[in-house]
C-alpha cells in the first residue's frame, strides 16, 4: 500500500537545505531539497553519506524528523479508529451499545525549526548536488551521488 495519509511539513534553511543524518556515521548534513535535474544514474544503493560516505536505501531522517513522523501516523491510525468506532455507536441498538469514546488529539511537540547553520560544498562531478556539512569538519566531504571527494 502506497497511499499518503497526510502531508508533514520538513523545515528547509534559507537556502533550500534539508537536514539529514547518516544512519551510519550518526553525523547531521544537509543536502539541497527538490528535484535535481541531475541526469546522471544514480548508484543502486542510494545516496552517499558526506562524511562516511556510507549509503542507504532506508533513508536519512534525524530523530526529530523521525519523531513527528510517528506523532502524525499515530494521531491519523488514531483518528481512523475513533471514526470507526463513531459509527458503530451511531449503529448502537438496545442489544449491543458502542461508545466511541473521546476524539483523538495531537501531541503538543514544539514544530520542527531550521537553522541556518553548516558549510556549504559543491561538487564539480555534480554541481546541482551541494551539500552543507558541520562548520568545523576538516576531512574529505563525499558527493551525495557518486561518493567521490570534493576537489
Known sequence: MSDIIGTLPMPLDSEGFLRRECPHCSRAFKWMHGESGDDNAMEPDGYHCPYCSGQSVDGWWTIAQLAAIEDET??????????????????????????????????????????????????????????????????????????????
Not at 76 to 97: C, D, L, N, P, W
Not at 137 to 142: D, E
Open 74 to 151: 499515530q494521531y491519523y491510525a488514531e483518528s481512523q479508529i475513533h471514526e470507526m468506532f463513531r459509527g458503530m455507536e451511531r449503529k448502537s441498538s438496545r442489544f449491543v451499545t458502542f461508545k466511541a469514546g473521546a476524539a483523538p488529539t495531537r501531541r503538543n511537540r514544539p514544530p520542527l525549526t531550521e537553522p541556518d547553520d553548516m558549510r556549504r560544498v559543491e561538487f564539480s562531478c555534480h554541481p546541482a548536488e551541494p551539500v552543507k556539512v558541520l562548520e568545523d569538519w576538516s576531512a574529505p566531504v563525499h558527493c551525495l551521488v557518486c561518493g567521490e571527494v570534493a576537489a
